[in-house]
C-alpha cells in the first residue's frame, strides 16, 4: 500500500481502538459497576446490549450520510459524540443514565466505524484489500490487549468512570489524523434518504433485541417483552416487502444474491454470536466463579488478543494458501474447540493454563474476523460498496449483540435449574459449551462457498496456478 493509504489505514483503526477498548474494558469493569449500583453484574449486560444494539440500528444510515456529507466530515461528527457520550457514562449516577449514555455513544459508534472503512474501501485496491485489513486490525487490536488490564487497573486503584474517560485523547487523535488525511469522499449518487425504511428496520431490531431481553423477566417487565418481539417480527415482514419495492432501501437486501456477501453475513453471524458472549462471560467467571480480583481477571483475558495480534502477520499468507472456503470452514472448527476448552477452566487451574488456551483461541478468531471482513467485499463495485459497509456493520453489531443477550440468558438459565441465586462455575461452563456449539454451526454456511471465492482478494487462485479475476478497480 501507498503511505496515504496506510495513514488512513490508521485513523480506521483508530475508531476501531476506541470501540474494542470501550467493549472488552467494560466487561472487566461489570462487577465493580453493579457494585456501586447495588445490581448483580450479570443484569448489567443491558449496559453492554443497549449500545450495541444503537449500533446496529443506525448503522443500516452510515452509507448514505456519508455518501451525502462527506466522509471527513461524517466521520469527525460521529467521533466527537462518541467522546462526549463516554464522558457522560461516566458521570452517570443510575444504571438507567448508564444505559441512555451508551444509546447515545452507539449512534457515534455506528457512523463512526463504518464510515472510517468505507473511506479504506474506497482508496485501496481489492489486490490489497487483506493488507489494508490487517493494517487496520493490528492497531485495532492493541484495545482488547490493553483493555482487560487496563480495566483492572483502572477498577483497582481508581474509580469505575476512567474505562469510559479514557476514549477521550484517543477519540482527539483520531478527529485530528482525519482531519489531515481523510479526503472527503461523497458518493456520485445521491439517492433520497429511505426513512420508511429505517423506521421499519429500526423497530424491527430493536423490538426484537430489547424484547428477547424481557421476554424471561416476565415477573418484572409482565407481558412487554412478547409484545415488542410480536412489534419486531411484524415490522420485519414489512421491511422485507418494503425493501423489495423501495428504489433505493436503507438495507439493500439484493446484496444478498451474491454469494460471497451472503455466506459473510450469515455465516459470520453465527460466528459473532459466539464471539460476542466471549467479553461478557469471562471476566464475570474469573471474578464472579472463580473469585479473582478485576486487575488479576484483566491480566489473563488479554491473552486472547496477544494471540489475535499475532495471526495478523500470518493472515494474507494462510488465505492465499488456502483460500477463503478452507480457511473459513476448518478456522470455524478449530475456534469452537478453543471456547469449548474456557469450559474446563477451574478455580484451581493455573492462570499459565488459561493464558495459553486463551492465546491460542484469539489466534484462530482473529483469522477468521480477517477472512470475513474481507470477503464480504470482495465481488462487489464501487456502488455497491457504501450500502454493504452499513448493512455488515449492522449485522456484525447485531449478532455480536446477540451473543452477550444468549450467554446472559444461559447462565440465568442454568443457575435457575441449579437452584442457585447467582452463576457459579459449572454454570458458566454451560454457557461456554452452548457458545463453542453456535460458533460451529458457522462452519456448514462456509462450506457452500465455491473453492475459488474471493481469489481476486486473497490471491489463492494464483497461489495454487488457477486463473485468477484480475482486480476490476486500478486504485493507486
Known amino acids: 500500500m501507498l503511505p496515504r493509504q496506510r495513514l488512513v489505514a490508521l485513523v480506521v483503526a483508530c475508531a476501531l481502538f476506541m470501540q474494542t477498548l470501550d467493549s472488552t474494558i467494560l466487561g472487566t469493569a461489570l462487577p465493580a459497576i453493579g ?15 443497549s449500545y450495541l444494539i444503537a449500533l446496529a440500528v443506525f448503522m443500516p444510515v452510515s452509507g448514505w450520510i456519508a455518501d451525502r456529507f462527506g466522509t471527513r466530515n461524517v466521520f469527525r461528527w460521529a467521533v466527537a459524540i462518541f467522546v462526549l457520550a463516554s464522558v457522560g457514562c461516566g458521570a452517570a449516577s443510575s444504571v438507567a443514565e448508564l444505559i441512555f449514555m451508551r444509546v447515545v455513544q ?7 466505524v463504518p464510515v ?4 479504506l ?6 489486490s490489497q484489500l487483506v493488507q489494508a485489513m ?9 484495545g482488547p490487549v490493553v483493555g482487560p488490564p487496563l480495566g483492572g487497573f483502572l477498577v483497582t486503584y481508581a474509580e469505575w468512570p476512567w474505562i469510559f474517560w479514557i476514549n477521550v485523547p484517543v477519540g482527539l487523535l483520531g478527529v485530528g489524523l482525519a482531519t489531515l488525511y481523510f479526503e472527503d469522499i461523497r458518493g456520485k449518487e445521491k439517492p433520497p434518504f429511505d426513512l420508511k425504511g429505517f423506521c421499519l428496520s429500526a423497530v424491527a431490531i430493536s423490538g426484537l433485541l430489547f424484547g428477547s431481553e424481557l421476554v424471561p423477566n416476565t415477573h418484572i417487565a409482565g407481558h412487554t417483552g412478547h409484545f415488542l418481539v410480536a412489534i419486531g417480527l411484524l415490522s420485519g415482514i414489512a421491511y422485507v416487502q418494503h425493501a ?25 453471524s453465527f460466528f459473532r454470536f459466539g464471539i460476542g458472549a466471549i467479553p461478557f462471560l469471562l471476566p464475570l467467571m474469573l471474578q464472579q466463579g472463580f473469585g479473582k480480583s478485576a486487575i488479576n481477571s484483566g491480566l489473563i483475558t488479554f491473552a486472547a488478543a496477544a494471540g489475535a495480534i499475532s495471526m495478523k502477520f500470518a493472515a494474507p499468507r494462510i ?9 473459513l470452514s476448518l478456522n470455524a472448527l478449530l475456534a469452537a474447540i478453543s471456547i469449548a476448552a474456557c469450559a474446563a477452566f477451574s478455580p484451581q487451574t493455573p492462570a499459565a493454563l488459561m ?26 463495485d464501487d456502488a455497491e460498496m457504501s450500502r454493504a459497509t452499513g448493512f455488515t456493520s449492522m449485522a456484525q453489531q447485531l449478532s455480536l449483540s446477540i451473543g452477550v443477550s444468549l450467554a446472559a440468558l444461559t447462565l440465568s438459565a442454568a443457575s435457575m435449574i441449579r437452584g442457585n441465586e447467582g452463576a457459579g462455575p459449572q454454570d458458566y461452563a454451560i454457557a461456554f459449551l452452548v457458545i463453542a456449539g453456535i460458533v460451529l454451526l458457522s462452519a456448514i454456511s462456509f462450506l457452500t462457498l465455491d473453492r475459488g471465492a474471493g481469489a481476486s482478494v486473497s490471491g489463492h487462485a494464483a497461489t495454487v496456478g488457477g486463473a485468477s479475476r484480475p482486480p476490476s478497480d486500478t486504485r493507486a
Open 244 to 268: 423489495n419495492t423501495a428504489s433505493a432501501p436503507i438495507l439493500d437486501l439484493s446484496l444478498l444474491r451474491i454469494p460471497t456477501f451472503r455466506v459473510s453475513l450469515f455465516g459470520g
Open 116 to 119: 472510517a472503512r468505507l473511506a
Open 134 to 142: 490487517t493494517w487496520v486490525t493490528v492497531p485495532a487490536l492493541i
Open 121 to 126: 474501501l474506497r482508496a485501496v485496491p481489492k
Open 106 to 112: 452507539g449512534v457515534g459508534g455506528a457512523l463512526m
Open 35 to 49: 457494585k456501586s449500583f447495588s445490581i448483580d453484574p450479570v443484569r448489567l449486560h443491558l449496559a453492554m446490549t
Open 355 to 380: 493464558i495459553a488456551v486463551l492465546f491460542i483461541g484469539g489466534f484462530f478468531r482473529s483469522l477468521q474476523f480477517t477472512a470475513l471482513n474481507s470477503i464480504a467485499f470482495a465481488d462487489l
Open 319 to 327: 488465505l492465499a494458501r488456502a483460500g477463503f472456503r478452507n480457511v
